[in-house]
């Protein structure tokens, strides 16, 4: 199983992106998937996780109101909607899958993709 994660940018303050995990090698339609991520010098935090069915969708605190995580199973991809970006939002995003209890929890999950840079200018 491989996830190609990918959307990554630089942007301005006040901008938006949208950040797509693409699953391949097997159908991860059973799968929670979750983003992460990872500014430097600091652990990897969780961001949102959109559980398999489609719902039991939660947000790390300073993202709420702001992202939008949503999934497509036909298309074996997840999507983190970004908007109203913040500096404090610079980091590498990482997408994680797994069949997850502790969901914030980065150890929860089986397979990860390489990360896409985000980068917010003030």
């Known amino acids: 199983v491989q996830l190609q994660a990918s959307g990554g940018g630089l942007v301005q303050a006040g901008g938006f992106l949208r950040l797509s995990c693409a699953a391949s090698?097997?159908?991860?339609?059973?799968?929670?998937f979750a983003w992460f991520r990872q500014a430097p010098g600091k652990e990897r935090e969780f961001v949102a996780i959109?559980?398999?069915?489609?719902?039991?969708?939660d947000y790390t605190d300073s993202v709420k109101g702001r992202f939008t995580i949503s999934r497509d199973n036909a298309k074996n991809t997840v999507y983190l909607q970004m908007n109203a970006l913040k500096p404090e939002d610079t980091a590498t995003y990482y997408c994680?899958?797994?069949?997850?209890?502790?969901?914030?929890?980065?150890?929860?999950?089986?397979?990860w993709g390489q990360g896409t840079q985000v980068t917010v200018s003030s």
């Open positions: 090698g097997r159908s991860l339609s059973t799968y929670d």
């Open positions: 994680g899958a797994g069949k997850v209890f502790l969901f914030t929890r980065v150890h929860s999950y089986d397979y």
């Open positions: 959109v559980r398999w069915t489609g719902g039991g969708i």
